[in-house]
């Protein structure tokens, strides 16, 4: 279930560091299965009560109840490098989720709004060593108030610790 990040990472990154020259296809390299998977534990809704992730990593998120519009993970990034965040949406018709790179403070680093137009919001940004960060998943709009999924993924290349408790 939890894998070392192969290949894919190494060539997707280089695309990252040569020019910012991100496509689909590039991405396309970057498996679901070559990332560590993480969970998802309620409540994360502030800084306070965020759920770990880190670079390399997935998690299989979920908006479950009426009020649940904000996700929140944690990471620390174990060297200075360029990271690519994605958030993958579910019936993104209907469904409209932000994406947010925050500071210790709760600072917004980074960002993707996109107005359901794409299933997908994404950001490059470099992180520093040994900084914390957290990501905010916000759901802007639910079409449906019932269980609504999606799919956080985060890389970068050199940040491959594996957490203690995955160890």
């Known amino acids: 279930m939890f894998k070392k990040v192969g290949m894919g990472i190494v060539s997707a990154a280089t695309v990252l560091i040569v020019g910012f020259g991100l496509s689909n296809t590039a991405l396309a390299d970057l498996k ?17 009560t ?21 996700d929140v993970y944690k990471f620390k990034a174990e060297t200075t490098n360029l990271a690519y965040f994605s958030l993958g949406i579910k019936n ?38 040994d900084q914390t960060y957290y990501i905010k998943v916000v759901a802007k709009e639910r079409g449906s108030q019932t269980t609504t999924k999606y799919t956080l993924k985060a890389f970068s290349e050199g940040n ?7 160890e």
């Open 32 to 48: 679901t299965e070559d990332l560590y998977e993480y969970q998802e534990w309620e409540p994360n809704n502030t800084l306070e």
């Open 50 to 70: 965020a759920d770990d992730f880190g670079l390399n990593g997935v998690v299989f998120g979920n908006f479950d109840t009426e009020g649940d519009k904000v």
């Open 92 to 129: 993104w018709t209907k469904n409209d989720y932000n994406l947010y790179l925050l500071d210790e403070k709760g600072i917004v680093l980074a960002k993707s709004e996109a107005e359901k137009t794409s299933s997908l919001e994404d950001f490059i940004y470099k992180v520093k060593k």
């Open 160 to 166: 491959y610790t594996i957490p203690e408790w995955l």
